[in-house]
């Protein structure tokens, strides 16, 4: 071994610092462009598809959740219920109007985020043929839920609110305590201000940014195996199938790594006074055990599939249509 090489020192990899970081996140929106705003609206439509699809899978979700032990005696007990003292579309759709108006800037934030997400891997690593690998995509899918959360996170309290307010026995001549999503809002602001409305948040970005890595990475993974290749190995254009069973692939790899993180969320938002995560967690446990954090989980996951093929489908059918539009 020569002395020469013993003596060079391996450079050690450079670790950006917070301020570099934010450049890079500044520059990599700006470079986004035209691509940045599809990718907003195409996220906004998909987001609308995926309410209307996956909204009474998700109130079934939250009812279980957020119930005592022995309330229901599972999803189809939630349904009947619900559909008994409610009505089929006002008891399946309930809080519907607070998702509506979130989801659609919620998903229009994500997959915005999800691009700029990219665009910032691009500036920190390379990427061959527009071909990103699963851990490349698993940065960017969690960047997105980053701004993501300043949305989720107050609309979901609302939703969950208005979801479990529906269980609750109304005495002859007694109203419901929220009459929509403007008044859940009111009522929690003037009773804890800004943080009463945002309560959740840590909890939701711990499910989402998790989350969110599963969800685009196996996306991208099974489309890459569906999307057929021509003579040359080039991609050739994916089927709407494909596309369908992409997207419920992800929904459901989404979910199971997160839910009970969750129901953790689904807890602290709906319960009365100043709970914390620690309690929240304690008291789940010494309810329950470890099947505690589970309850609502089938629902979860029945939605996952047809929720987020339609997510996906209208984000594919949007992107088409503005590269018709706009070349």
């Not at 570099?20 to 990599?28: M, P, T």
């Not at 939605?303 to 987020?308: D, G, I």
């Amino acid at each position: 071994m020569s002395s020469s090489s013993s003596s060079s020192p391996i450079p050690s990899p450079k670790i950006p610092s917070a301020g570099e970081l934010k450049e890079d996140v500044v520059d990599a929106t700006k470079n986004a462009g035209s691509s940045s705003i599809r990718n907003f609206i195409a996220g906004g439509v998909g987001g609308v598809c995926a309410v209307i699809v996956g909204h009474p899978f998700d109130l079934v979700k939250v009812r279980l959740q957020t119930a005592e032990r022995g309330v229901y005696n599972g999803a189809m007990d939630v349904v009947r219920r619900t559909i008994a003292r409610e009505g089929l579309a006002r008891g399946l759709y309930a809080g519907v109007s607070a998702p509506l108006v979130g989801v659609t800037p919620m998903f229009a934030v994500s997959f915005w985020g999800y691009g700029v997400g990219k665009n910032l891997v691009k500036s920190f690593s390379e990427v061959k043929d527009e071909q990103y690998s699963v851990a490349q995509v698993s940065f960017a899918g969690f960047f997105s839920a980053i701004p993501m959360t300043l949305i989720t996170a107050p609309f979901e309290r609302v939703k969950v609110l208005l979801q479990i307010q529906g269980q609750k026995q109304l005495a002859p001549g007694e109203k419901p305590k929220y009459s929509g999503g403007l008044d859940v809002v009111r009522q929690l602001y003037k009773e804890g201000g800004v943080r009463s409305v945002f309560r959740g948040s840590a909890m939701t970005l711990a499910r989402d940014g998790p989350g969110s890595a599963a969800y685009f990475a196996t996306y991208e993974l099974i489309k890459r195996r569906l999307t057929p290749k021509d003579e040359n190995g080039k991609p050739g254009n994916l089927s709407l199938t494909a596309v369908m069973i992409a997207g419920g692939s992800a929904g459901v790899a989404m979910w199971i790594p997160v839910f009970p993180v969750d129901t953790v969320k689904s807890r602290l938002q709906s319960a009365e006074g100043r709970p914390t995560i620690g309690g929240t967690i304690r008291e789940l446990y010494g309810k329950g055990g470890i099947r505690a954090f589970f309850p609502g989980i089938g629902p979860a996951l029945a939605r996952a599939v047809p929720a987020n093929a339609a997510t996906f489908l209208g984000v594919e059918l949007a992107q088409k249509a503005m590269t018709k539009m706009f070349g």
